[in-house]
């Protein structure tokens, strides 16, 4: 799941014309992903974050969002 979520950045901005994203690692199975500017509801980027993990096979996965403005959210991605 590392290498997945260190693209994840490059993939959205391949994707979409709008906003900014960084990633931050907390530890080697928790990273945090900050989105700003985005238009998206913060459900809809747990939901599709979440599924990538566990694609990649990671046990328990957990993405919880933060809003953090109306256009601006924290996610921190946990996996065992």
Known sequence: PKQLLNHTPAAYRASLSYGERTVEWL????????????????WYHEGVLGAAVAR?????????????????????????
């Open 27 to 42: 530890a080697p199975n928790h990273c945090r992903l900050t989105m700003q500017r985005d238009l998206m509801i913060p």
């Open 56 to 80: 990649m096979n990671a046990r328990h996965p957990a993405v919880v969002g933060t809003a953090m403005g109306p256009a601006d959210t924290i996610y921190d991605i946990t996996w065992d």
